[in-house]
């Protein structure tokens, strides 16, 4: 019966503690670009051979947790190298080493390829440069970055242990292959302090050793604070009043000894075990907060991928999607190109092929997976999962069969002419996903890029937005961002394009476009069919399209403050709200009808 009951205790133990067993570490420490840059005439090969260094990097780390590269001849060579701190769990390390790649994209500005860069994180490092610097311990370049909080006990105390603990690991690190991890308690059991000290893989012996004393002498300038890392070519050195590192084996370092009396409680006494429990439950349930609070100030940006979202391999996919076959290609998105797949269960999958080469790139993946993860409606795309460790970054939803507004109403020239019913059902739904993700989904998140191409339709002409690349969330307190432009053109609301003020009415905009888009094409197509298809024809004159088109020039003010609310919108479209008189929209002719003014753009775009 014991038995059962530690089972039971330890499955409950084991089960609360999970989230702690997903931490990629993926908390940027520094970002550090070189001032020289690519000659003209050289940049494009250059950038050209960074992609191609960075696409082999990231399979071989996911094999072996480091990797070194060189791609290219000469002075547009590109070495690349990226390793994992060695206490990182292998999909950790994947984690960590996906986000170290976007940010490092961000050294390398298109106009101005910067010849070399560095990111680190606090679970893995990513450097890349024109030289060959895979044997280098110290640079110009190394940087120490003190935490931001002091200390707040005895400082002296604090810093000479503090020291003491760094020295020791770093002297054990060359002796262990690199590595070491470790911590120290001192004021009567009163403070901790952890350490980490890593040299990178072909930095070894003497030049380890190197590095690390310089580590060591540099760290001593952090001591006021609860944290201190040292940056340099060669090696790693952290220490923190937090355990911040995983120490699943036997801890050389005195201090440390409570894992084993704690085996031997377990194993004995069923009370003591209930008392065991109750603790480790009261530290998990601590250590949960307190991570919740650290998250909370990382931004949720920095949010780690949910592990259980990893379960794709690139492979799986590969041969899902028949090796991106052209056949099998359904769009193309300026953040990637969308493939159908089949998995091995039959389930149809639509696959999302990131381009790692633009700058834009930076983030979107991120964004993608932590904000979609978090998100469930009916009528936006769902996120299935990702992967990250082959040569591309793909992610995965899940297969809307109908394809896009945009197929459906001027690209295919195979089907019908949607009815004014099916008009209005895509336009219902989409005002629902929109409302849901400005006004009822726990963050506040404008999506910045509705259009005809961005919303999908299923089997059954339900809508179902897509494409959340460009997604910004909103901080609780802010009124509104200034954000660098992103979006399409034509769709993007005016105060967004002249000054950048990016809020949910930036969204109810482009949702205007697209309504006005969608009854403006039936208006046309209805009176081109006029003859052959009295149903589209004939319901044009019950009055409806009209009330839409209102809608649709409501949400097109020019005002941003005169635009309705997505959920006011929603209950417009039903009934249940007046539908009021919009104020001029901006392209409208003062004198015109509303139908001939908006007429002019969208009817050559039918075209
Ligand atoms: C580049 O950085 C080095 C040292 O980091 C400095 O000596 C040099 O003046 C810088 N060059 C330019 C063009 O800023
Ligand atoms: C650089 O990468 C490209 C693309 O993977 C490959 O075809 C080429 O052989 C590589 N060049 C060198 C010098 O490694
Ligand atoms: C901790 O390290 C052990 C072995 O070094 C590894 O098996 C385990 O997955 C790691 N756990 C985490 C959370 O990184
Ligand atoms: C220097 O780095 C290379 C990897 O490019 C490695 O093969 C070599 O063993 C290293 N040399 C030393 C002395 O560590
Ligand atoms: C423990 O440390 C805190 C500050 O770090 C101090 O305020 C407190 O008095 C200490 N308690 C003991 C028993 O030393
Ligand atoms: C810190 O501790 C040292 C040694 O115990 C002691 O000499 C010193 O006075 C303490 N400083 C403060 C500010 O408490
Ligand atoms: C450092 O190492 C020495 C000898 O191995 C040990 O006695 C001491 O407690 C260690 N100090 C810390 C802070 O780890
Ligand atoms: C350093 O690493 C290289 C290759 O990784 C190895 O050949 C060499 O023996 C190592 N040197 C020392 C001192 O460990």
Redesign the pocket.
Known sequence: MSNYLLFILLLSISLSAKPLLCDPRATRAALICTNRTASSSLRRTFITNFLAAMDIVTPLIARQRYAAVVNGTGTASVYAFGECMKDLSPNDCNLCFAQCKTQVLKCLPFQLATRGGRVFYDGCYLRYDDYDFFNESLSSQDRTVCGSKDFGGNNTVFGANAIELVRNLSVQSVKNDGFFVGSVTFSKGNVSVHGLAQCW??V???ACENCLENAVSRIASCTQKEEGRVLNAGCYLRYSTQRFYNNSGPDPVPGNGGDNKLAVILATSAVALLLVFLLVAFFVRRKLLQRRRERKQLGALQVAVNKSKLNFSYETLEKATNYFHESNKLGQGGSGSVYKGTLPGGEAVAVKRLFYNTTQWVDHFFNEVNLISGINHKNLVKLLGCSITGPESLLVYEFVPNQSLLDNLFVRQDVEPLSWEVRYKIILSTAEGLAYLHEESKLRIIHRDIKLSNILLDEEFTAKIADFGLVRLFPEDITHISATLAGTLGYMAPEYVVRGKLTEKADVYSFGVVVIEVVWDLYVKGRLHEAVDPALAGNFQEGKPSRLLQIGLLCVQASAELRPSMSIVVKMLTGNHEILQPTQPPFLNPNGSEISSVGTPSTSNSK
């Open positions: 893989e072909f070894n012996g003497s």
